[in-house]
């Protein structure tokens, strides 16, 4: 009689965006998926909590860009957005403010163009020329590259790899390609913001992240209503029938790797569960740090040479008034730009003239605020590891709230505040044991590109993997989501 065929049974660690990808293509592939979540709902970093006086807020990602990758994501399940949340496209897609005037991106690319030539003559032209090239990019990247598990730059050799790598610019600065089409600072500004997403200067971004600018600009700047949480739910919704089993409230303590290369996790329950295959969707050098010294990749040494995404100060705040002359994304940009990324690089310390982002949701959803009310998520980037003790926490939301009521033209905005939750440094380590603080993973520098960032594979013990922000392809919503899919075909290829 043949053996019976049985799926090797596989643990997750974390239910962040790359988790839940992993859990739903395992599951589809009929593996047995088991989730382990330190916190008490799922979604990582796109956790959403609701207050006793009626506000709800997303906690972490707030700009729906690339939304043809999510769409991708659905479609391989038989779904579309569509079935689970409603999409609404915002006009303007955000607004700048810069020092006395701001600008209104629009959601058409015709008028942004007209915007472009109207602050600097001759702009119009190179911005539909830097937006074709940014296109290109976009579909090279998503077609060949972005799908890559990066084990090798083997994968990479291919006659069509090679190709489209000349036209990826790979070895000139995001900032220094920028250059070659605009002057003006506030276009320069414009073209450089979508970049920051990655996690560093755009000196230090290869030029080819480009292709950021027409994921956002040429794509569309889009608003799940119900917040990111629709999208985690949506997301559960799939795992959950194919069988995914999640365990909420229960962070794994240790990893032991027996000799036959079973998997067994030690939990804050007290339980001790044996699995064929692990999958760290958590923070890749905690994940590490579970494990016996002899199975970790890298070194601590390896880690305090990495350059981290920054990590930020945010501010839930919910108002019992309307905030007028507010749009759904706001980025105040009044300062130096560069002056605030070098405290976030090189300095690391806090800034003098912070540059910051506000997010007005129930401008959009009236789900999200009582009536009159609004909602109110503030966020100001920050090097990792910064001391971040409430009274400083304090005296950059005096700073963001005065140059709020100046751009808006409200006034006393303090004493319409009916809600106020602080969220940083520490609170990123705390809840999710990130490195340091990090908000956003690792930076998307050129040395930290592809097979220079850390493996999706355990390169010791070849049933555990990686996946999420601190490996291929990156940060953002959309990176992950990839990240997870790379790591479930991984796992599947092994078990052909």
């Not at 079935?83 to 006009?91: R, V």
């Not at 705040?317 to 980025?331: A, R, S, V, Y």
């Not at 070098?342 to 999200?368: G, H, I, Q």
Request: a negative charge.
């Amino acid at each position: 009689m043949l053996p019976i065929f049985r799926f090797p049974k596989v643990a997750i660690i974390g239910s962040g965006f790359s988790g839940l990808s992993a859990a739903c293509y395992l599951s589809s592939f009929g593996y047995p998926v088991d989730v382990f979540e330190k916190n008490n709902s799922l979604g990582g970093r796109a956790r959403q909590f609701n207050t006793a006086c009626g506000f709800r807020f997303d906690m972490g990602p707030s700009w729906y860009w690339m939304p043809d990758v999510i769409e991708s994501f659905f479609s391989d399940f038989g779904f579309s957005t569509g079935d689970f949340y409603d999409l609404e496209a915002l006009n303007p897609q955000f607004e700048v403010v810069f020092d006395g005037e701001s600008i209104d991106v629009p959601a058409d690319m015709q008028q942004l163009r007209e915007l472009f030539e109207s602050i600097e003559t001759g702009a119009g032209k190179q911005f539909d020329r830097f937006m074709a090239d940014a296109q290109e990019k976009y579909e090279i990247a998503m077609s060949d590259f972005i799908y890559t598990p990066s084990l090798s730059w083997m994968e990479f050799l291919t006659p069509r790899m090679l190709a489209a790598s000349t036209r990826l610019n790979l070895l000139t600065s995001f900032r220094t390609y920028v250059r070659k089409y605009f002057k003006d600072p506030r276009l320069l500004a414009l073209m450089e913001f979508p970049v920051i997403f990655l996690g560093a200067s755009p000196k230090d971004i290869p030029a080819m992240y480009s292709l950021m600018s027409y994921g956002g600009y040429g794509l569309g700047t889009w608003y799940p209503q119900g917040g990111f949480k629709s999208v985690v739910d949506a997301m559960v919704y799939i795992a959950e029938q194919k069988g995914v089993k999640f365990h909420l409230d229960t962070a794994v303590e240790n990893i032991q790797v027996d000799d036959s290369r079973g998997i067994s996790l030690n939990t804050s329950r007290g339980d001790i569960e044996t699995f064929d295959y692990l999958v760290g969707s958590s923070d890749y050098k905690h994940t590490e740090s579970l494990l016996p010294q002899v199975y970790r990749n890298y070194s601590e040494q390896y880690w305090s040479k990495k350059t981290l995404a920054p990590s930020c100060l945010i501010y839930y705040l919910g108002f019992d008034t309307k905030i007028q002359n507010l749009k759904h994304h706001t980025l105040f940009f009044e300062h130096d730009m560069d002056a605030h990324l070098r405290t976030v690089y090189d300095t690391k310390e806090w800034p003098e003239n912070p540059l910051f982002y506000a997010c007005c949701p129930s401008k959009t959803d009236s789900e999200v605020a009582p009536v009159g009310s609004e909602n109110l998520f503030l966020l100001l980037p920050l090097a990792v590891g910064l001391d971040d003790a409430e009274d400083i926490r304090e005296q950059y939301l005096e700073m963001m709230l005065s140059r709020l009521e100046k751009h808006t033209g409200a006034i006393g905005l303090k004493q319409h505040l009916v809600y106020k939750r602080s969220y940083c440094v520490s609170d990123f380590q705390k809840d999710y044991n990130a490195f340091n603080g990090n908000a956003y993973g690792l930076a998307n520098t050129l040395k930290q590109t592809a097979v220079l960032k850390p493996s999706i594979r355990n390169k010791k013990v070849k049933n555990i993997f990686y996946t999420g922000q601190l490996t291929v392809p990156g940060p953002g919503v959309p990176p992950s989501i990839i990240s997870g899919k790379i790591v479930a075909h991984e796992i599947k290829k092994q078990n052909l």
